[in-house]
């Protein structure tokens, strides 16, 4: 009786141990007066919602349960109610364990502390670090070219200026990046940094970078939506012909793409919550009302996650042509599809024209410039 006793209080034990184990624990020290606003807000994916604590003594911490990983984001009452905004602070946690957050000053926020613990926490931030300082590199030859690093909106020469440090950004960032998946090819942070930053690398490159993970980080959550994202990419490179797909309407009818055959197609991929993507929509219009007795139609498919939002945003908008909901991942799987708007031209048998990030609203879209080609107005 002692004995089964004794297993039955071992097991107890041990189970309490297992479970208490599988926690995220979150230690922070704030330096500098809170002014008494002495809130920490955490919140993301996979974080209960409405998750505050005080800051006592300069200290925080929050204790989560660990299911998977998950990228946890904070700011503080401070931010919001002195410096009237924030950026919100994010850490990667991929298992369970300690994190400790520093914020050597309350008025910088979170953007400048120091994060050490979990090796997923610190190897992100480290990463981070080293991204901002190719940002640094960038503006210091900008710099050196026009004589200031200026990027604000009443500087005349903004937009070349902004455009140059990008375009540096962009010759440098890459290797960086190719470099430390490289480096840590059986980390999760890795496979993390390279779904953030797919957009940055060629089709080539990030193909690449995946193909070098271990089967373990490939089957992740984010290691199959790298791959499918792979698979969008190359079904939808220019010349391609798209493959034929279903979708519901925002009546809850299928609708589907071969129905279009036979017409030119404007395929603008765009959500309820994003600015650009309903500012372009006035012009849109013009453009339907003035080629759709060419043969020309537009088709909405919105990556929106809440069908409400979504249908919301339709009725407001009032738009005459199909409204489809990305509800089987027809965005990233055939389309490749990581920001919007994201918009393609299609022509009458299918076959993709172009692809353009961002529909200009000022009538100066390279797709709206084809259109013009097309129909000779």
């Not at 391609?240 to 129905?259: G, I, M, R």
């Amino acid at each position: 009786m002692r004995q089964i006793l004794f297993a039955f209080l071992f097991l107890t034990v041990s189970a309490f141990a297992q479970e208490k184990n599988e926690q995220i624990i979150i230690k922070g020290t704030i330096k500098g007066d809170t002014k008494g606003f002495n809130k920490v807000y955490c919140y993301g994916e996979g974080i209960p919602k409405g998750l505050v604590q005080e800051i006592i003594n300069g200290s925080f911490e929050f204790i989560i349960q660990f299911d998977k990983p998950v990228f946890p984001r904070f700011f503080t009452d401070y931010d919001r109610k002195v410096k009237k905004g924030y950026q919100p602070f994010g850490v990667l946690i991929d298992k369970p364990g300690l994190v400790i957050i520093t914020v050597e000053n309350i008025d910088n926020g979170f953007v400048n502390s120091v994060v050490t613990g979990l090796p997923s926490a610190a190897l992100y931030q480290s990463f981070n670090n080293d991204k901002d300082k190719i940002d640094e590199q960038a503006l210091e030859i900008v710099k050196k070219q026009y004589g200031r690093s200026s990027l604000s909106n009443e500087d005349t020469a903004f937009e070349k200026i902004n455009k140059s440090k990008d375009s540096i950004i962009n010759i440098m960032f890459p290797p960086f990046l190719i470099k430390f998946i490289k480096e840590h090819p059986d980390q999760y942070v890795s496979i993390f940094i390279l779904n953030e930053n797919k957009s940055s690398l060629n089709f080539k490159e990030t193909t690449e970078s995946y193909e070098g993970f271990g089967q373990e980080i490939k089957n992740s959550t984010l290691g199959r939506s790298i791959s499918d994202y792979i698979t969008g990419a190359k079904k939808s490179q220019t010349g391609s012909y798209v493959e034929n797909f279903t979708l519901l309407t925002d009546q809850d009818k299928p609708f589907d793409f071969a129905h279009l055959k036979g017409k030119y197609i404007v395929l603008d991929f765009w959500a309820s919550w994003c600015g650009p993507c309903r500012k372009s929509f006035p012009h849109m219009k013009e453009i339907y009302e003035k080629y759709k007795e060419k043969d020309l139609e537009f088709l909405h498919i919105s990556i929106d996650k809440n069908k409400d939002a979504w249908l919301g945003a339709v009725a407001a908008e009032n738009i005459p042509w199909p409204q489809l909901l990305n509800n089987n991942e027809v965005a990233l799987k055939l389309f490749a599809v990581t920001s919007v708007p994201t918009t393609y031209l299609i022509d009458k048998d299918g076959k993709i024209l172009m692809k353009e990030i961002g529909f200009d609203s000022n009538g100066n879209s390279a797709i709206e410039n084809e259109l013009k080609l097309l129909f000779g107005f």
